[in-house]
C-alpha cells in the first residue's frame, strides 16, 4: 500500500522537474548550432536533462499496466504537474511559459482520467454493460423475427381460407 503513494510522490517530484525543465528551455531559447539548427545554449544542460530524463519514469507505470488496479496514485502526476505549471508561470511570463503551463495543466487533468478510464474495474463494467446491451438486441432481434413470422403465418392462413371460400 505504501508503495503506490511511494509512487506517486516519486511522480510528482518527476512532473515538477519535467515542467521545471521545459520552462528552463523556454527562459534560454535555443543557441546556434555549427551544423545549423538549434542546439542548446550554455548553462541549460541541466534544463535539457530534466527535459530528456523526467518522461521516461513516468511512462513506465502507465506502460506496465502499474496504475490498471488503482488509478488514485496517478494524482500524484497531477500535483507535481499543476506545481510545474506555476514553477514555469514563476520563471517567465511570456506565451512559451504560457504554453509550458498550459500543457502541464492539460495532462494533470488527462493522466487521471485516462488511467481511471483504463482501470480494471471500469474496463470490466464496460464490458458487462456492452454484454447486457448485445443480450437486449438479441432478444429484440428474435422477437422482431418471430412476430414477423407469426404475420406471415398469418396473411397464409388469410389467403388459404380466401382461396376455400373462393373455391365454394
Known sequence: MHAKWVGAALAAGLA??????LAGSVTLGCAPHPKGGCGVPEGGGKYFAAVMIAPVPLVLPFKTGFHRRDWRPALGYSAGAVAGAVVALAMGASLGHW???LV?????????WCTWWNSDAVREARQRERAQRQREERTAQARARRSQRRRERRQRQRELRQRQDSGR
Not at 502541464?104 to 487521471?112: E, G, Q
Request: charged share 0%; hydrophobic share 70%.
Open 16 to 21: 515538477l522537474w519535467f515542467g521545471w525543465g
Open 99 to 101: 504554453i509550458v503551463a
Open 104 to 112: 502541464l495543466v492539460s495532462s494533470a487533468v488527462l493522466v487521471p
